[in-house]
């Protein structure tokens, strides 16, 4: 199995959409499906359910899954790790939730400007990791949103977003302006796998403990909406999460949720000329 492969199986895993997935890898679909279809050969079993009602994973491809993560993310050190002895010049850039932000757009063609001879690699992160393996030395600086714990990290705000509640359009608090978070005490909420972040999970649950179902994927979250009237919170504003949600999916505006602050972050100590540079253009890129 090759790793261009398997990068591709984790895309549609956690999309759990053929186009959507081709989107993100910047591919169109039908090489994507192709890749997907010799990747199940070469497993001797499906790893996707396909049906009218859209694609999910079998029990094998739950399991490729964990194990594809897991070696990805032992190629992406190595690869990292072979650049610095080599002295290369190249940056790691961590990615979480939505790669399609107009800040993003601007600082990759700012950055592209200003160090055109530089290697930029970036590696998409999921929802349980708002370091984007920062910690595990995966990649250099990390474009995500915080709370989370911030030792041994320097954190740079780059903006602050609105949070809305996601929910169902055939909810009746879907027919409010706004909403408190008392109005969701009743509801079940989405949770992180254990081991996540403690201060993550409790901003994306209202700062309180809370029961539901575990999700790694903003998919998942909004799936998790879908079918089981979870709650879910999504930052407001700069084309989201209207450009991600299902049909029958709306937010309302929390009033009284802490805005999700976007932030550019690195280990605290490291003096890469690059991550100082990339800190700068990120600023200005996302004040615009």
Same mark, same amino acid.
């Given at each position: 199995?090759?790793?261009?492969?398997?990068?591709?199986?984790?895309?549609?895993?956690?999309?759990?959409?053929?186009?959507?997935?081709?989107?993100?890898?910047?591919?169109?679909?039908?090489?994507?499906?192709?890749?997907?279809?010799?990747?199940?050969?070469?497993?001797?079993?499906?790893?996707?359910?396909r049906?009218?009602?859209?694609?999910?994973?079998?029990?094998?491809g739950?399991?490729?899954?964990?194990?594809?993560r897991?070696?990805?993310?032992?190629?992406?050190?190595?690869?990292?790790?072979?650049?610095?002895?080599?002295?290369?010049?190249?940056?790691?850039v961590?990615?979480?939730?939505?790669?399609?932000?107009?800040?993003?757009?601007?600082?990759?063609?700012?950055?592209?400007?200003?160090?055109?001879?530089?290697?930029?690699?970036?590696?998409d992160?999921? !929802?349980?990791?708002?370091?984007? @393996? &920062?910690?595990?030395? /995966?990649?250099?600086?990390? #474009? *995500?949103?915080? +709370?989370?714990?911030?030792?041994?990290?320097?954190?740079?705000?780059?903006?602050?977003?609105?949070v809305?509640?996601?929910?169902?359009?055939?909810?009746?608090?879907?027919?409010?302006?706004?909403?408190?978070?008392?109005?969701?005490?009743?509801?079940?909420?989405?949770?992180?796998?254990?081991?996540?972040?403690?201060?993550?999970?409790?901003?994306?649950?209202?700062?309180?403990?809370?029961?539901?179902?575990?999700?790694?994927?903003?998919?998942?979250?909004?799936?998790?909406?879908?079918?089981?009237?979870?709650?879910? !919170?999504?930052?407001?504003?700069? @084309? &989201?999460?209207?450009? /991600?949600?299902?049909?029958? #999916? *709306?937010?309302? +505006?929390?009033?009284?949720?802490a805005?999700?602050?976007?932030?550019?972050?690195?280990?605290?100590?490291?003096?890469?000329?690059?991550?100082?540079?990339?800190?700068?253009?990120?600023?200005?890129?996302?004040?615009?």
């Amino acid at each position: 199995m090759e790793l261009r492969t398997l990068r591709y199986f984790v895309a549609v895993a956690e999309e759990l959409h053929f186009g959507r997935a081709a989107a993100r890898l910047h591919m169109s679909q039908p090489p994507l499906s192709r890749a997907i279809k010799q990747l199940e050969a070469e497993a001797g079993a499906a790893l996707f359910a396909r049906s009218s009602g859209g694609v999910a994973l079998t029990p094998v491809g739950a399991v490729l899954l964990d194990e594809a993560r897991a070696l990805l993310d032992q190629a992406d050190l190595l690869r990292a790790r072979v650049a610095a002895a080599a002295g290369l010049a190249g940056i790691t850039v961590g990615i979480l939730g939505n790669g399609t932000d107009p800040g993003i757009t601007r600082l990759a063609a700012a950055f592209r400007r200003g160090h055109p001879g530089v290697d930029i690699r970036i590696r998409d992160t999921d !929802l349980t990791d708002p370091t984007c @393996g &920062l910690r595990a030395g /995966l990649v250099d600086v990390a #474009l *995500t949103r915080a +709370p989370f714990d911030e030792t041994a990290l320097t954190v740079r705000e780059l903006r602050a977003d609105p949070v809305g509640a996601v929910l169902r359009t055939d909810d009746p608090l879907a027919r409010r302006d706004h909403l408190d978070l008392a109005d969701l005490a009743d509801r079940r909420w989405f949770q992180f796998p254990q081991g996540t972040d403690p201060i993550w999970q409790s901003y994306w649950n209202g700062g309180e403990p809370r029961e539901g179902p575990v999700v790694r994927v903003v998919q998942e979250c909004l799936q998790a909406v879908l079918w089981n009237s979870t709650v879910g !919170l999504a930052p407001l504003g700069h @084309g &989201l999460p209207e450009n /991600l949600l299902p049909e029958n #999916l *709306t937010v309302v +505006p929390l009033a009284d949720m802490a805005p999700s602050r976007v932030v550019s972050v690195w280990n605290a100590g490291d003096n890469n000329p690059l991550i100082r540079s990339f800190v700068e253009i990120a600023t200005t890129a996302y004040r615009h």
